[in-house]
């Protein structure tokens, strides 16, 4: 009740990206001080002992995640897992730092529980993210937290150069991950969505899984990210070539166009229908053992329980987090617990 008057007559009066910093700031405040930390994970971020999900070799204390989005610089995840996040997802990643589109460009839709964004992966680039991850997996919390690092393509860099882009990225941040997503599905970078055509698609992710393994000096487990919009045969195709690869998993879904909004791509309720179709064709296509991630339109348990009966492994959140506060997290999992 006390955030839903604070996000009403509050952070809606501020830009959505405005607000979304200062968030970030109080999110990175409460993981950098152990005391606080602490504080905040009894109030909020408590998951119930012995009943974590074993995926990536790690015990996931929760099955509801962060998405890429929210943390696209590694600097909030310890106060992330405080708020009852089981596993946290930083990026979009990208090997050349790069300031993004143009403001104003993360816009909300209030009556659909959604946001547009039109980012363009703003990041501060894959070698200082990679430098932070290994400051956080030097400490205690850090090496406890279950991590993975979403990288896309730099908007400077030609498709036809994509390959070496991805490399650079999956190089300088998989020996600090649990898991990679290659990201080939946002709107807002020109021509990205055109790589999720598997002749375009394949190479991309062969490298990036010699890359990460070779960086690591261990296997690093690869997913691939795709957007609702694809074409139901189109997703067969990727999810087809995620097996041929012996990739680790999907990421389904990413953002949507279809809305009518403006350019940029639709986050939030409206995309939960669709997300739980292509989770269901994915997992028709991958057989039982290869990890999902559901995203798309969680809003409560109830749709995370949706999502994991769809086929998903794991879910992530990112919108639903925004509008209900820093409780949901850790309510959430709790709930699927």
Known sequence: MLYRLLFARVLTRLDAETAHHLAGRLIRLSGDVPPLRAVVTAL????????????FGRDVPGRLGLAAGFDKDATMALGLRALGFGFVEVGTVTAHAQPGNPRPRLFRVIPERAF???????????????RRLARL??????????????????????????????VTSARAVAPHVDYLVVNVSSPNTPGLRDLQATESLRPILAAVQEQAAYAAGHDVPVLV???????????????????DLGLAGVVATNTTIAHDHGPGGLSGAPLLPRALEVVRRVRAVLGPDPVIIGVGGIGDAADA????DAGATLVQAYTAFVY?????????????R
């Open 44 to 55: 909020f971020g408590r998951l119930p002992d012995g009943a974590a999900h074993r995926v």
């Open 305 to 308: 329980r949706a999502m994991i």
């Open 324 to 336: 209900a506060g820093p409780a949901w997290p850790g309510a959430v999992n709790r709930a699927l």
């Open 116 to 130: 547009v964004n039109r980012m363009g992966f703003n990041n501060v680039g894959a070698a200082a993210v990679g």
């Open 137 to 166: 997996r030097r400490g205690a919390a850090g090496k406890r937290l279950v991590l993975g690092a979403n990288i896309g393509k730099s908007k400077v860099t030609a498709p036809e150069h994509a390959v070496a882009d991805y």
């Open 225 to 243: 990210k795709i957007a609702p919009d694809l074409a139901d045969e189109d997703v067969d195709a990727v999810a087809r070539l995620a097996v």
